[in-house]
Antibody, heavy 118, light 110 residues
Framework: QVQLVQSGAEVKKPGASVKVSCKTS????????IHWVRQAPGQGLEWMGI????????SYAQKFQGRVTMTRDTSTSTVYMELSSLRSEDTAVYYC???????????WGQGTMVTVSS | QSALTQPASVSGSPGQSITISCTGT?????????VSWYQQHPGKAPKLMIY???KRPSGVSNRFSGSKSGNTASLTISGLQAEDESDYYC??????????FGGGTKLTVL
């Protein structure tokens, strides 16, 4: 079945970077875009950006420009999201989710908790 | 890009109908038929309930329906059931080729 399986929880110190993976299976990797969405504790969903697994092109929310990098590995059908210069406000659950073109997020990963604390 | 506006909370009794609104601008909700709705239970990933304003994915109850008028989209749940108690989020494609979410609505089934 179609699945997005994310890497495990992370604890980082302020100023560090974190790299979260999202391994896809059950469908053609290059046929769907992958987005990253985060949710701070008790807060709503926040869109971070998108990667096209076919060519690797990316687009990021203005808020994260310069701090986020999304990449993909077609040999393992895995997408990565790296966030740098972490601060306490980046403490959140990070989700990957797929879409077709402009469409809805139909499949989501299970989420990865990232805690930023000194 | 500002978040779409949703009511913080709505409530209803079992069997009743409720509607959650999602207000944006002509650059997102009003400009495209790419509005979707998600249900999120505590500690779980969001689940797609409505896409392209009013379409239901396979497996989603027909008690859930969506619509749009101008810059405001709406999710209606009819025949409320206890299991519908959850957080609901709307999302839209935008003119900047980005995505935006609503702030979320907590549905309480009384």
């Amino acid at each position: 079945q179609v699945q997005l399986v994310q890497s495990g929880a992370e604890v980082k110190k302020p100023g560090a970077s974190v790299k979260v993976s999202c391994k896809t299976s059950g469908y053609t990797f290059t046929s769907y875009y992958i987005h990253w969405v985060r949710q701070a504790p008790g807060q709503g969903l926040e869109w971070m950006g998108i990667i096209n697994p076919s060519g690797g092109s990316t687009s990021y929310a203005q808020k994260f420009q310069g701090r986020v990098t999304m990449t993909r590995d077609t040999s393992t059908s895995t997408v990565y999201m790296e966030l740098s210069s972490l601060r306490s406000e980046d403490t959140a659950v990070y989700y990957c989710a797929r879409t077709v073109s402009y469409g809805a997020f139909d499949i989501w990963g299970q989420g990865t908790m990232v805690t930023v604390s000194s | 890009q500002s978040a779409l506006t949703q009511p913080a909370s709505v409530s209803g009794s079992p069997g009743q109908s409720i509607t959650i609104s999602c207000t944006g601008t002509s650059s997102d909700v009003g400009g495209y038929n790419y509005v979707s709705w998600y249900q999120q239970h505590p500690g779980k990933a969001p689940k797609l309930m409505i896409y392209d304003v009013s379409k239901r994915p396979s497996g989603v109850s027909n008690r859930f329906s969506g619509s749009k008028s101008g810059n405001t989209a709406s999710l209606t749940i009819s025949g409320l059931q206890a299991e519908d108690e959850s957080d609901y989020y709307c999302s839209s494609y935008t003119s900047s080729s980005t995505r935006v979410f609503g702030g979320g609505t907590k549905l309480t089934v009384l």
